[in-house]
């Protein structure tokens, strides 16, 4: 791998208000919500838990987000966190195409960059990683990878095997550390979607080695926390996660108010009551991860 040269932007991305976020959690012992955020209710709904609360947090988009409306979601991301009376950010989840990658960088409304290769062989994974963090870097934009694809089989069913193929090794999270990454994604057991019937099991011990090999200047990131409860937060912080994406926990409620209500609820009373509902469950999510009053 080319060695990657001492760049002058080191400073200012320990300035990067993402990092200064997660960096002031892993001292605190708190966890920030990334919250996922498909529309203009999920956008506001986390603004506003993070302002009733006094926390941080961020606001996760897809590039389905650019694909779906070009800058327009986030540009309404970064004007609704600049304006809060909290610290809020605006994260790219898992951007898994240079193009991706350099359009957002591009746009200046992001914060952070999760530098998605793992669809790649290892190798590739790590080429590419370096290659699009520099991209990131010469921007003021801090990155996250993931060492393995944190998936999820069928229904969350998967043999032990296949799981034990896709954990993160110590030795795996230092290559990707050595890429410029800032922020690492383990898999320990986790998996996106579903747990199904297995049902939840974590490898902690992993985690914590995981943390280890990392070092104190890198972040860890959790992803796949469907059902997850208080005590399961409250151990993986205590492994070295900061980040916690949350999705179907704030999103789902907005399905659910649509639904229960076959379709009759008017456009703008949709909107209000889901943004009301949506609220709520991160203000949840705030309680469980111990952020509130971390503003
Ligand atoms: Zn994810």
């Known amino acids: 791998m080319a060695e990657r040269p001492e760049k002058k932007q080191e400073m200012d991305l320990r300035q990067n208000k993402a990092n200064v976020m997660l960096k002031k959690a892993a001292e605190g012992g708190y966890g920030i919500p990334g919250v996922c955020v ?5 956008i506001l709904a986390t603004v506003r838990a993070a302002e009733a609360k006094s926390s941080p947090a961020m606001l996760l988009l897809f590039p389905w987000a650019q694909t779906y409306s070009s800058t327009v979601l986030a540009t309404a991301a970064a004007e609704a966190a600049r304006k809060s009376s909290v610290p809020i950010t605006v994260h790219l989840d898992h951007a898994q195409s240079p193009k991706a990658i350099h359009e957002a960088a591009d746009t200046g409304c ?3 960059i999760m530098v998605d290769m793992s669809h790649h062989d290892k190798d590739e994974n790590l080429r590419l990683t370096q290659e699009l963090t520099m991209y990131c ?3 003021g934009i801090v990155t996250e990878a993931e060492p393995g694809r944190i998936t999820g089989g069928e ?3 998967m043999d032990t095997a296949d799981l034990e193929a896709v954990m993160t090794s110590p030795e795996e999270a230092r290559e990707f550390v050595d890429t410029g990454i800032d922020w690492l994604a383990p898999a320990f057991g986790n998996v996106h979607g579903n747990y199904g ?3 939840i099991q974590l490898e902690y011990e992993r985690l914590n080695v995981v943390n280890e090999a990392v070092g104190k200047d890198v972040r860890l990131v959790l992803h796949g926390t469907d059902g997850f409860d208080d005590t399961i937060f409250k151990k993986c912080i205590k492994g070295g996660i ?6 179907k926990f704030m999103n789902k409620r907005y399905m659910d108010l649509q639904n229960g209500n076959d379709g009759k609820l008017g456009l703008t009373q949709l909107m209000e009551e889901g943004t009301k509902r949506m609220q709520e ?4 999510c705030i309680e469980m991860l111990g952020c509130g009053g971390k503003a």
């Open 38 to 42: 498909y529309n203009l209710e999920g």
């Open 110 to 112: 992001y914060d952070s």
């Open 137 to 139: 870097h010469d921007r």
């Open 155 to 157: 229904d969350g069913v």
């Open 197 to 199: 019937p297995r049902g």
């Open 242 to 247: 900061t980040k916690v994406n949350i999705n």
């Open 281 to 284: 469950a991160v203000e949840e």
